[in-house]
């Protein structure tokens, strides 16, 4: 597949088109052009390099946002086996911007969900671009019970803009769906090992994403709003979406040095797009790492540990009242 | 101007000009029936327009005042204050916002829990103050939530939480978006201790607020026309292209569609929860 490349990969996607165009012509020439070609892919390495080794906030939310980013179905196909997916709430619908199922992880049984978003128009639709409603969370939810239950772990990969903002989804009780989800996460007591893969929009991410390790892929991003949500009520201006992402701190880096989240995870040159199947080792890694920690722990110390580290979120400080 | 505003003098044309929810003038305005009322009758009232019956938002301390008994209460959780964690600045920085907020407001931040008793019945119950920057939700509501939570459990009393907010305090970034995570969290906490946890859901109670522990209560209540919900109406507007139906997203429609379990006219809240807390523990009822 021919790779999409973002505004500011221009001189990225130009070098690129002309190894295309010299690749071609090498086909049909009698002179040997591939040292030239060569030399060309070497340049157009180290300035991938270099342009990402400056991204502004801003510019990695488009990374995460990236069309041929993969999805959670992806990193499912790659790092799992024997993926048996389940459908619906059982109470009203199957919400299709959420995905998950029993699968094997290394042989081991686990449950895995997702949020999902589509490749072309009609998916896109039909996962309602990764915005989950009522039903989604309440399948999510329902999953969790079920690892619960048969004492499974449980991968959740956050990819969300949020959770939809539609009338049907307040009147089926969006919030109810999402504060429920946080209620029993908390005190669920098998492992949960949560990855932010792209976009982390809000409640809508958070709603399946308290747990035990929360990793992050480098160019994802995880925010209380969108960036063009923030800037259209504190700057009164969509546009001034980039100031608002730096201010928020969305990015991999910065929640790490916060200590909001436990690890990055190094996505391929260029972002995980590039190469699916190397960010999908990674993350595999990632994920044995992950779950070897707490894969020790009973379910009380599991519980425990994951209610003092929520409690320990926020920063504040204390004075003496008068 | 009307000859009514030309004959006012100058200091009360300014309080009627300042939007607080309940104007410190003389005369206000019901925004429902458009009625003018005298601001001592409204109060008097507890900030129900005695003509139309529509809420007027309340602030945290004159409704936790309306609510508890006036004999020994104490505030938990003042020690907390806020912080700039992440040096945020939009048009202004985030410790000018705070500043200018604790000057409007006389608070630190915008959730105020008390321990106290209504109609004898002891609780801890937190508050919500709309005024300070929206009732938005950052570290420090979410700390003195837990710590009121903390409370609840030591002293094996019942916890009540009165929502008014916007939601997540974005000048927090994400360290607000995981206080909803913590105070769902502390929920969970009473509920294995068999204590109650009563929601007061009031108008507006949103976002981040309205999608963690607001709807996980044992008893969601909200008050008469209260707009609650996810995303706000305009955002939802913007995303479906057409127009909300009328009621959508008020307290009543929440009642229709089955989110919660009763609206209750605030002037009879006091005799409403001292009822559900003395139901829920099992307490004999309490004579009028």
Redesign the interface.
Known sequence: MKTTFLDFEQPIAELEAKIESLRFAQDDSAIDISEEIGRLDVKSQSLTKDIYAKLTPWQIAQVARHPQRPYTLDYIAHLFTDFEEMHGDRSYADDRAIVGGLARFNGQSVMVLGHQKGRDTKEKILRNFGMPRPEGYRKALRLMRLAEKFGIPVFTFVDTPGAYPGIDAEERGQSEAIGRNLLVMAELKVPLICTVIGEGGSGGALAIAVGDVLLMLQYATYSVISPEGCASILWKSQEKAGEAADAMAITATRLKTLGLIDRIVNEPLGGAHRDPRVMASALKKALQDALRMVTELSAAELVERRFERLMSYGKFKEQRVG | MSWLQKLLPPKIKRAEGAHKSIPEGLWCKCPACESVLYSSDLEANQGVCPKCGHHHRLRARPRLDLLLDPEGRF?IG??????D??K????KRYPDRLVAAQADTDESDALVVMQGAIKTLPLVIACFEFEFMGGSM???V??RF?RGVNCAIESQLPFVCITASGG?R?Q???????????T?????LLAKHQLPFITLLTDPTM??V???????GDVVIAEPGAL?????PR??EQ??R?T??EG??RAEFLLE???IDMIVDRRELRDKLASLLCLLQRLPALHA
């Open positions: 505030e003042a020690e907390v204050i806020p912080v964690a992440l945020f600045k939009d048009s950052g570290s420090v979410g700390e837990v997540a974005m927090e970034g994400l360290f607000s978006l995981m206080q909803m995570a913590k769902t969290a502390a929920v969970s976002g981040g309205s999608a963690s522990f607001a709807f996980v609650i919900g996810f995303a706000g955002v939802i995303t479906v057409e909300l139906p959508f997203q569609k089955g989110a």
